[in-house]
């Protein structure tokens, strides 16, 4: 069963343009938020993350929507840069802070 | 600090043939994991520690898998035998009590054919 659903599987977007990735969780016992970026050869790394207290939070050109009652959240990339081509996970955590991941989303951006 | 390191970053292997991975975690870091990365079903966690002791091994495939971690620098995972479906990244990730970041190592490449 997966319960972190994350969409589309790829993403092709202009430089300049806006990056849009959606996450859809099920288990409401779920308080931590974060989002992972993963470069080709590389591992995962934290990008950004977000509890459920707040709808929003912003970093640079990356920014975490959050909506609580349709248990939803995605993260929008602002001026996207063919340097932010990666794959990107969605995450999320209960008490334990052990994450649940989705299937990723590939972005490529187009110079 | 170096980060979380693997070895090997590769490995090409025959079907039937042992392999083991190799983690060092970050220092200080009490909770390791291992992760498998495919197309067909993301990542995917497979077993956890915390203070060197298997906490949940729920993802670990097959009886053809083991992980063990003898010392808080150390952890392998084995697989015997491979099969070519065993084909994926296989990734360490370490992280300290209380802290919500995990920090993955750069991954081992495993193709068994």
């Known amino acids: 069963q997966q319960q972190v659903k994350q969409s589309p599987q790829s993403l092709i977007v202009q430089k300049g343009g806006i990056s849009i990735i959606n996450c859809a969780y099920e288990?409401?016992?779920?308080?931590?938020f974060p989002w992972y970026q993963q470069f080709p050869g590389k591992g995962p790394a934290l990008l950004i993350a977000?509890?459920?207290?707040?709808s929003e939070k912003k970093e640079g050109r990356f920014t975490i929507s959050f909506n609580k009652s349709a248990k939803q959240f995605s993260l929008h990339i602002m001026d996207s840069q063919p340097g932010d081509s990666a794959t990107y996970f969605c995450?999320?955590?209960?008490?334990?802070?052990?994450?649940?991941f989705g299937r990723g989303t590939s972005l490529i951006v187009h110079p | 600090d170096a980060g979380v390191i693997q070895s090997p970053r590769h490995e090409v292997t025959e079907m039937g043939q042992e392999v083991t991975l190799r983690c060092k975690p970050i220092?200080?870091?009490?909770?390791l994991f291992w992760y498998r990365q495919t197309m067909m079903r993301g990542l995917e966690l497979l077993i956890y520690?915390?203070?060197?002791?298997?906490?949940?091994d729920s993802g670990m495939p097959e009886d053809r898998f083991s992980a063990k971690m003898p010392n808080a620098s150390f952890s392998t995972l084995k697989i015997q035998p491979s099969e070519p479906r065993d084909s994926a990244v296989y990734f360490c990730?370490?992280?300290?009590?209380?802290?919500?970041?995990?920090?993955f190592g750069p991954g081992t490449r495993l193709t068994v054919t």
């Open positions: 288990n409401t016992a779920f308080d931590y």
């Open positions: 977000i509890r459920p207290d707040v």
């Open positions: 995450a999320a955590t209960a008490g334990s802070y052990i994450p649940t």
């Open positions: 220092s200080g870091h009490d909770y």
């Open positions: 520690f915390n203070n060197n002791v298997p906490i949940d």
């Open positions: 990730a370490s992280r300290g009590t209380g802290v919500l970041e995990q920090y």
